[in-house]
């Protein structure tokens, strides 16, 4: 069985348990907090996030654990610039910021966004994301090669992986290299064993059980691979597909076992989670609206580089802010709807706009 499953349900029934400690960010996010992140007793440390596969994948729509990417829309839009949009930011500022990505997304400058326009955006803000990953991937790589000899064996990975973890790095190398039992508790060792399989999935033929830098990329980042992102694809089916068809239908992807929400604020929150899956799988995920998700369907809304989907993408982010409804974005519709492209609320959006722009 999958770890993601094993975590997806287990954190779903304790999430009554979880409800007061987690309640503000059911509010933030409109929807259940991530359950894979709520598994961990501990903060992840940052040495951790460097070996272990994440979660969460920039400019990708679903995460690993099945959930909605929340962040989707201010991650293609904004791409590395996505930091310096923060909460507390002084408004002017990130106005002025804003004006700016509005005029280099509007390449022919006619002070309108187009979804062509906003479709060669998405592709670029992409392009960004991975090349971020790219030099992530490299740090990590040579935290993960001791030896420096440009590949990286299981032994050496989980042996780094389970130092993260707090176990002694030189005790388990030296039962790793003994072949002797190394005492891991269930959840350890089922992280590992997911892991594992993940890890000769990466291995490109002819395999070799090694992995150099370009396949370890494919470990950690299944979105620049074809072959990893079709494995990414597989789990998620298998942790959310009921019957076994290795197809998903609607009630696959909005299901959570019953009596996991008790009380009426959550319940709210529950719906809203829903009400937004709902709306993704009939009008995006769907592509022939046949009721019915197909592995290949998953995998073309899962890849990042597919320019039909970014298209599509820019044609639904155009639509929430389109009030005049000519099917483009001008300045004032972008500032308005700030938080939507950004995730920070402008106050006085329309000051002083024309004399900026």
């Known amino acids: 069985m999958a770890i993601w499953r094993k975590m997806w349900r287990r954190n779903l029934l304790s999430l009554s348990l979880l409800v007061c400690l987690l309640l503000h960010t059911w509010i933030v996010n409109a929807r ?42 201010q991650e293609v839009f904004l791409g590395k610039d996505m930091e ?7 408004p002017r500022r990130n106005r002025k910021k804003l004006i700016e990505i509005f005029t280099k997304v509007d390449l022919n400058k006619d002070r309108s966004i187009s979804a062509k326009e906003m479709q060669r955006w998405i592709m670029e803000k992409t392009a960004e994301h991975f090349q971020e990953a790219t030099m992530e991937n490299k740090n990590s790589f040579h935290a993960v090669d001791p030896d420096g000899d440009g590949h990286v064996t299981w032994d050496e990975y989980r042996i780094k992986f389970l130092a993260s ?11 790793i290299k003994n072949n002797e039992d190394l005492k891991l508790d269930d959840d350890t060792q ?16 002819p395999g070799d059980q090694l992995l150099n830098e370009e396949e370890f990329l494919s470990f950690l980042h299944p979105e620049h691979s074809r072959g ?39 319940q709210e929150i529950d719906d809203d989670w829903v009400r937004e899956r709902k709306k ?5 995920m769907d ?30 982010m155009i ?35 024309h004399e900026e722009f």
């Open 319 to 353: 639509a929430v802010a389109d009030e005049n409804q000519n099917r483009n974005l001008e300045l004032d519709e972008i500032l308005k709807y700030s938080e939507y492209f950004t995730g920070s609320k402008l106050m006085d959006y329309a000051r002083n706009v």
């Open 287 to 316: 592509a022939n609206h046949d009721g019915i998700v197909t592995m290949e369907e998953l995998e073309e809304y899962m890849d990042p580089m597919n320019e039909h989907n970014a298209l599509n993408e820019a044609k639904q």
């Open 190 to 205: 089922d992280v590992l064993e997911s892991l594992k399989d993940r890890w000769f999935q990466a291995d490109n033929p």
């Open 84 to 90: 310096e949009f923060e909460e507390d930011s002084e």
């Open 32 to 73: 259940p907090a991530n359950m894979s992140a709520a598994k961990e007793k501990t903060p992840v440390s940052k040495d951790e996030n460097e070996i272990l596969p994440p979660d969460h994948l920039n400019g990708v729509k679903m995460e690993m654990d099945g959930h909605l990417n929340k962040d989707f829309h």
């Open 228 to 266: 990893m992102l079709k494995y990414m694809v597989k789990e998620i089916v298998r942790d959310l597909d009921q019957d076994s068809d290795k197809k998903l239908t609607l009630s696959e992807f909005i299901s959570l076992p019953t009596g996991t929400v008790e009380n009426q604020q959550a």
């Open 280 to 284: 993704e799988f009939e009008e995006i």
């Open 165 to 175: 973890k707090g176990f002694n790095e030189k005790e388990m190398a030296e039962k």
